[in-house]
């Protein structure tokens, strides 16, 4: 690496003297040079002044050294540039892949998107948040937060120094907030839906089912005899392949459900009134060999489409979730929510619950339904008080 005084020449006139060159007064006069350590070119940097070159050059050599080096013009990919190349290039399934290209270009392309990467601080980052508050819901703004900062990760080391997102503040989520309906709600729920949706309220509230996986039952995955549901797969629509058969969203969502009797009574009348259709669709449950099937799915709309096709369901939903008295904004997934409530309420063990719901740890169980669990500190004073209190006087115990 070298400083370069590109205003005289290296070699003295015959008069001892610096001589100058054709760059005199022209441009920038000092000039740091290096060979960019990943791929070998050499590379320039000028400045006005020389302990300005002199300082990037000491920098430049001690991050080479400690294998720090990044490319200055990496640095300069905006945001929007570095975002769609990133997510393009994640292993996602497809309902997260949709998700994350929804979630950048909704929210976050417009506030920071033309900005070069190098150049976004921390201060952007909480501005962004605040911005977004007033748009999601505390839980949705983490899941964006979630997958930017996971962008901006991935960058660190490859053209910024290290990633703006952390130390961030993000508002509390507070899941006490959640709205669980009542049994008569959900009733009422299902006699507002029009006929040919209504059992999906009930089976829902009763099996705890994802809304994709509700949309992708087909017959052969119900069992009458011993009462249970099998989930093995998911309806979902992505932008590069519509509406397709998709995995379960994780492992331990493959499962076998309990069905409750009101709720197969419910799926029984509405099997008879509504017999199953057969659809066409991908399967892509095996995203290497995907294929075209016939579906022979519970629910469908009157045209024979999956309940994802055109918005239909959401058409209907939220008349009847206003008429049976639910909030605005509640959704197929509150019932899911229910369902959880439910067994926690009955005694349930985390352990229970997660393999219902399908979650892939306890842990997300327990996070998200952790202000369900009720009496816990009543039982922990029950447990204490058996340990702790002493027999009475002339009482005599068991050896």
Request: hydrophobic residues 35%; proline residues 6%.
């Amino acid at each position: 690496m070298a400083v370069d005084d590109l205003w005289y020449l290296a070699k003295p006139g015959p008069d001892g003297k610096k001589q100058r060159s054709q760059r005199y007064g022209r441009g920038k006069r000092w000039r740091v040079r290096w060979v960019d350590p990943n791929t070998g070119q050499p590379r320039t940097e000028s400045f006005e002044k020389k302990p300005d070159a002199e300082r990037f050059d000491a920098n430049t050599q001690a991050d080479i050294s400690r294998g720090q080096y990044l490319d200055l013009n990496a640095g300069k990919v905006t945001v929007r540039e570095y975002a769609e190349k990133w997510r393009q290039q994640q292993v996602h399934r497809d309902a997260t892949a949709a998700r994350i290209e929804s979630e950048f270009r909704l929210h976050l392309y417009d506030e920071i998107g033309d900005l070069a990467m190098g150049k976004v601080k921390p201060a952007h980052i909480q501005k962004w948040v605040k911005g977004r508050m007033d748009a999601l819901a505390p839980s949705s703004l983490m899941q964006v937060f979630t997958d930017v900062k996971a962008m901006f990760e991935s960058a660190v080391g490859e053209c910024i120094g290290k990633n703006p997102c952390k130390g961030a503040s993000l508002p509390e989520i507070d899941s006490k907030d959640r709205f669980i309906p009542t049994a008569e709600q959900i009733h009422a729920l299902s006699l507002a839906l029009k006929p040919r949706l209504a059992a999906i309220a009930m089976v829902t509230a009763g099996t705890g089912l994802r809304p994709g996986e509700v949309r992708g039952l087909e017959l052969e995955h119900v069992d009458f005899l011993r009462r249970t549901v099998r989930v093995e797969q998911q309806i979902i629509w992505s932008k590069p392949h519509g509406v397709h058969i998709a995995r379960p969203k994780t492992k331990t969502s493959y499962r076998t459900v309990e069905v409750p009797q009101v709720s197969l009574d419910a799926l029984a009348a509405h099997i008879q009134q509504f017999p199953p259709v057969e659809v066409e669709l991908e399967d892509r449950r095996d995203p290497r060999k995907p294929v075209r099937r016939t579906a022979t799915l519970l629910f469908t709309s009157e045209s024979g489409l999956s309940l994802h096709n055109g918005g239909y369901w959401h058409r209907w939903w939220s008349g009847a979730a206003k008429d049976a008295g639910l909030p605005a904004g509640f959704g197929l997934h509150g019932l899911r929510h229910y369902f959880a409530t439910a067994l926690i309420h009955a005694g349930r063990s985390v352990k229970v619950v997660q393999l219902a719901l399908g979650h892939s740890t306890p842990t997300i169980t327990l996070n998200t339904y952790v202000h369900e669990w009720p009496g816990q500190d009543e039982r922990t004073r029950d447990v204490l008080d058996a340990a702790l209190t002493l027999p009475s006087p002339g009482v005599v115990t068991a050896q």
